[in-house]
């Protein structure tokens, strides 16, 4: 008998977990080669339940009350290489997706089409394919996760006391980003900003937005030209 490959259901909705199960249950019939374990309502949950279960497929939403689930996935995947994370999510913009893949997860479906192309996407998530329900391909996915980032080399003491998301917070604030946007394009809260913000000001005995600017500028982290005032 084959072992059936475990599911673990992430979604804050009631609803829409009893609806995935349902039609998983369904679709596959009685002879289903998939069998949900476990389902969580936060990320909290999800990663206590993740690590004791340790199931092959994370069906993983975005929007979750305590944590973004790209983050979510991001952890998941460190602890726990061999579980695929497949988003679905009611976002369909590039910039979500392309987050959600370079975090490690394995598919990308969007919620109005998801019902009708969830099998398809758990047989290839499963097997170790890439799966989105849009026209980039599988061979796209993986140049897209396997490209490092670019960074500037930069020999300042100082700034390479910061972490990799401080510099990248950074970088943010000065080219005049506010808080909700670096929120929002980071997929973290608000109050994280304003915390890694605090981290940067203190780690480079800056004390005020001017000279966080001015900083930035010297080590050609910006264009001053095309500084937003």
């Known amino acids: 008998m084959i072992k059936k490959k475990t599911i673990l259901i992430v979604d804050d909705h009631p609803f829409i977990r009893e609806g995935l199960k349902a039609i998983i249950g ?24 993740a690590k004791d279960l340790k199931p092959d497929i994370c069906l993983m939403d975005i929007s979750l009350p305590d944590q973004n689930g790209i983050e979510l996935t991001r952890e998941i995947c460190r602890l726990l290489p061999k579980t695929r994370v497949l988003i679905l999510s009611m976002h369909s913009k590039v910039d979500y997706i392309a987050e959600a893949i370079q975090a490690g997860a394995s598919g990308y479906l969007v919620k109005d089409s998801a019902y009708e ?18 026209a980039v391909s599988g061979q796209v996915v993986k140049q897209l996760r396997s490209v490092p980032k670019k960074e500037k080399v930069i020999a300042d003491k100082d700034y390479r006391t910061l972490t ?14 506010n808080i909700e946007e670096i929120a929002n394009k980071l997929f973290i809260s608000p109050k994280t900003v304003k915390n890694h913000r605090a981290s940067i000001m203190a ?27």
């Open 117 to 134: 192309k969830l099998l398809q996407a758990l047989d290839w998530v499963s097997k170790g394919e890439y799966y989105l329900d849009t």
């Open 203 to 229: 780690k480079l005995s800056l004390h005020s937005h001017y000279e966080l600017v001015r900083y930035a500028a010297k080590l050609g982290l910006i264009d001053v030209d095309l500084w937003k005032v």
């Open 26 to 49: 369904r679709i596959i019939g009685a002879d289903a080669q998939y069998e949900v374990v476990g389902e969580a309502a936060t990320g909290h949950e999800a990663l206590t339940l």
């Open 164 to 177: 990799q998301r401080e510099h990248e917070l950074m970088k943010m604030l000065a080219e005049g980003m």
